[in-house]
């Protein structure tokens, strides 16, 4: 079986999916295949996702990338698609509507910042520049879509507009009434978007802005420290914020869920991957994914985020036969000396090493990092071990001790 880093926790408000318990879990997924970098964007459209743009700045080195590329979540596989029509480009916005998708804005390496909105035709592998954002030319604004429209801005302003692709018009809408954030996290659950982070000197507010009255209301606080560059996305009718960095660059890796029938905030545990900033964060459906990011060193893992029940099919929602066909551990070295790495891939999973007679000899519970394996005093030999994810077996292999 192939390997998973599953990070698992027991949310305090999953009675409402029917009465089955379930578990969150983050599965690491194939890298994003070119150079690691930050301030990319991500959309999905359909079951597909995309990230591109992006750049690097570190030893004296300022590069901002124009390449697009697209991740079949069936397959685990990326594939690259036509650059972005605008350029070589990072801080951008991106979102999808319908069976498009759209970037725009964002800062050059030159730090040239644009306005611009340009439209992706998945069919067609083609960018196509539609009409400009009304506002100031800016970087690190915020964007997504409700029921076939477009919205987009703040990033260092309080504007905020609407984008209709059908008559590929702006329409100015009503500005943001709080701190303005600047790469700030969003999410959308059902016609309601959400804004929250993007402001390290101020408690992060969460802001919800409803099209149909065209109004912003104020929900509760989030209940992280202040930051900026964090991650958002929704999944099963909840909507999770986590990642980011404060003002002296010291990364995060909380992450939170929000309950919009109840306003309320969960503290969930820790992600998986490294602590990083500026990371794009899109929905496929029931799940969350995120990506690339940087804290000091630029990153291209890329991560899966859903809720998962045991055995219980249903649409957008993992099963273990599933689970199962990825592996959750990798082990290096194999054959093992003294000591190996176990790579998790996902999170969090218990570890029980059996002898070739079926006696278990050693178990770790609710590995959630990337763990380092003692033999200490096991004889030399064959040995089976077994990875679960809350009993339920997903993988299984041999290890031998010299």
């Avoid at 101020?202 to 109004?215: A, D």
């Avoid at 991650?231 to 992450?255: A, P, Q, W």
Wanted: glycine share 12%; charged share 15%.
């Amino acid at each position: 079986m192939k390997k998973i880093f599953f990070f698992l926790f027991i949310a305090s408000s999953l009675q409402t999916f029917a009465d089955t318990t379930g578990y969150y879990v983050w599965v690491q997924k194939a890298e994003f295949p070119p150079l690691a970098r930050h301030r990319a964007i991500g959309f999905s459209i359909g079951d597909k996702g995309y990230m591109g743009l992006g750049h690097v700045n570190a030893g004296g080195v300022n590069i901002a990338y124009p390449d697009f590329w697209e991740f079949d979540k069936t397959t685990n596989s990326w594939a690259q698609k036509a650059d972005f029509g605008g350029g070589t480009r990072f801080g951008a916005v991106g979102f999808s509507i319908g069976n498009k998708g759209y970037a725009g804005t964002g800062t050059s390496a030159a730090y040239v910042d644009y306005n611009d909105l340009w439209e992706y035709n998945p069919v067609l592998n083609t960018w196509t520049q539609k009409a400009p954002m009304p506002g100031v030319a800016r970087d690190g604004a915020t964007g997504f879509s409700i029921n076939g429209k477009g919205y987009l801005g703040l990033g260092y302003y309080s504007d905020w507009y609407e984008y209709d692709p059908l008559t590929n018009v702006w329409l100015t809408k009503a500005n943001y009434p709080s701190a303005v954030p600047f790469y700030s996290a969003s999410f959308v659950i059902d016609t309601v978007g959400y804004v929250c982070t993007g402001e390290y000197t101020y408690p992060s507010q969460l802001m919800s802005f409803h099209p149909s009255i065209n109004s912003w209301i104020p929900q509760s606080p989030f209940p992280g420290l202040a930051r900026f560059g964090a991650t958002g996305f929704s999944c099963n009718g909840k909507g999770f914020i986590g990642l980011g960095c404060d003002y002296g660059y010291s990364d995060f890796k909380d992450f939170y869920e929000y309950n919009p029938q109840t306003n309320i905030w969960d503290t969930l545990t820790e992600f998986p991957g490294s602590r990083r900033h500026y990371v794009p964060g899109f929905n496929i459906g029931n799940k969350g994914y995120c990506g690339t990011g940087t804290n000091g060193t630029n990153l291209k893992d890329f991560w899966e985020f859903y809720y998962y029940i045991p055995f219980i099919d249903t649409t957008g929602i993992e099963t273990t036969d599933e689970l199962a066909a990825s592996n959750a551990i990798e082990i290096f070295p194999n054959p093992i000396s003294n000591s190996a790495n176990f790579r998790i891939k996902v999170s969090p999973v218990d570890f029980a090493l059996f002898t070739v007679s079926g006696t278990k000899v050693y178990e770790e519970k609710n590995i959630q990092n990337n763990y380092l394996f003692d033999r200490k005093n096991l004889l030399s030999g064959i040995y089976f071990f077994s990875v679960s994810v809350h009993g339920n077996k997903i993988q299984t292999g041999k290890i031998i001790l010299l």
